[in-house]
């Protein structure tokens, strides 16, 4: 799914993250790391937010240095605190990503209906709450048909309606898409919910695969 190429992001001096080189399989991930570890710095980076030095492929073949284009067109992202623009509608938002993702007709009714945000979608984002802006912050992560989903986060904020949702979403689109996850949280995932979940550890500034016990 993932390789990572002598991979380093810094920040001026300081060295925020460095991957010589790793393979992630396709799958669903559980990214642990303390504070500051660089978590979020790694799914910026593989979302190509971040600038970095080296390379990552996905799919073994499609680089986001080299072909961003078509690379950011599979891999989708959901911040920890989204911002957009207040002046814009939850559907206009939902309108620009889901042409810019490719989304097949009726795709983003569905997400609407079935995360209850039908009463308030059509009102200006400035006027939503910090659990309506995360729950269309991960509506728009879902939208096209990417390979990798990176959600920074996801089970903060919004209620716990909500996250069960949110976790078949997940169990669902891996299961028939076959799209892989990574997520960063200080809480581990639900076993029950995501039985086949994986750890990868971000450590002493490099990242890491833990094997399952």
Do not use: C
């Amino acid at each position: 799914m993932l390789h990572f190429q002598k991979f380093e992001k810094r920040y001026g001096s300081f060295p925020a993250l460095k991957i010589d080189e790793l393979t992630i399989e396709p799958g669903i991930y559980w990214i642990r790391g303390v504070n500051g570890s660089g978590k979020s710095t790694l799914l910026k980076s593989i979302a190509g937010i971040l600038s970095f030095k080296g390379d990552i492929l996905l799919n073994n073949s499609i680089s986001i240095t080299k072909q961003p284009v078509a690379y950011r067109k599979l891999v989708n992202f959901a911040e920890a605190e989204p911002l957009f623009p207040e002046f814009l509608t939850g559907r206009e938002m939902i309108s620009l990503f889901a042409d810019a993702k490719g989304a097949p007709a009726g795709q983003e009714q569905q997400l609407i209906e079935s995360m209850y945000m039908t009463s308030y979608i059509d009102g200006p984002v400035g006027s939503y709450s910090s659990g309506m802006m995360k729950k269309l912050s991960l509506l728009l992560a879902f939208l096209g048909k990417p390979d990798i989903i990176l959600l920074d986060e996801p089970l903060i904020t919004i209620d716990t309606a909500s996250l069960k949702i949110l976790y078949g979403w997940m169990a669902e689109q891996h299961a028939q898409q076959g799209t892989s996850f990574l997520l960063t949280s200080h809480q581990p995932l639900d076993p029950e919910e995501l039985p086949n979940a994986k750890e990868l550890l971000v450590e002493n500034q490099t990242l890491n695969l833990q094997e399952n016990e």
